[in-house]
């Protein structure tokens, strides 16, 4: 298997387990698709301005939450064949990390 990125902070799988989100340890989501016996590159999620520390792709809606050292999260859902974000609004004092 081909090396997706150098280091990962965090990643997380779809319901199926074909397509892959990590973060490459910056403020950056990829998401891979699973293509034979490769990944290929297929989205980009920026929206936050500091290092992705979580994910989690909910398998039955498909739908990605990233949280970061921003102190922002956002939920995404895939429309038109575009990710968009909404953030939400975090009610505490520290980082949602």
């Known amino acids: 298997a081909k090396q997706l990125e150098q ?7 779809n319901g199926d387990f074909t397509k892959l989100a990590v973060c490459p340890n910056n403020k950056q989501v990829k998401i891979f698709a699973k293509k034979g016996d490769d990944y290929e590159l297929e989205h980009t999620l920026e929206e936050h301005d500091s290092i992705v520390t979580g994910i989690h792709w909910a398998p039955k809606s498909n739908r990605i ?8 999260a956002y939920v995404w859902r895939f429309e038109n064949g575009t990710w968009k974000p909404t953030l939400v609004i975090l009610r505490i004092n520290r980082a949602a990390t």
Request: aromatic share 6%; charged share 15%.
């Open 65 to 72: 939450v990233t949280c970061g050292q921003d102190r922002n």
């Open 7 to 13: 280091s990962i902070t965090c990643h997380a799988w």
